[in-house]
Nanobody, 131 residues
């Protein structure tokens, strides 16, 4: 079974930085995507960033582009989310999610930031940004 373990959340002042980690295990293929999602109280879970193990291709939500950076250590199956210039509106529970990259007959389908594109979910880690 695929298991994902997110860590690194905490309390930080606005303008500060945090680095989240997502440790993955159980993927039977070397082709997978890891995404970061977040959910603030009373809001829908939204995609923040994702990365593909095939080519390192990344996606970012407009709200975090330029401030957050996703990276991976494929050998350790760990994905990082470096969050800089944090804002109070970044406060949320952050989840990492995983998906197998599948061959669709003509190309590989690489999941992006859609919640329904991911099959495996880890527990969340809380990020609180104070003003």
């Amino acid at each position: 079974d695929v298991q994902l373990q997110a860590s690194g959340g905490g309390l930080v002042q606005a303008g500060g930085s945090l680095r989240l980690s997502c440790s993955a295990s159980g993927f039977t293929s070397a082709r997978y995507a890891i995404g970061w999602f977040r959910q603030a109280p009373g809001k829908y879970r939204e995609g923040v960033s994702s990365i593909s193990s095939i080519d390192g291709n990344t996606y970012y939500a407009d709200s975090v582009r330029g401030r957050f950076t996703i990276s991976s250590d494929n050998a350790k199956k760990t994905v990082f989310l470096q969050m800089n210039s944090l804002k109070p509106e970044d406060t949320a529970v952050y989840y990492c999610a995983g998906a197998d990259i599948k061959w669709t007959g003509g190309e590989y389908y690489v999941p992006g930031l859609g919640r329904l594109e991911y099959d495996y979910w880890g527990q969340g880690t809380l990020v609180t940004v104070s003003s």
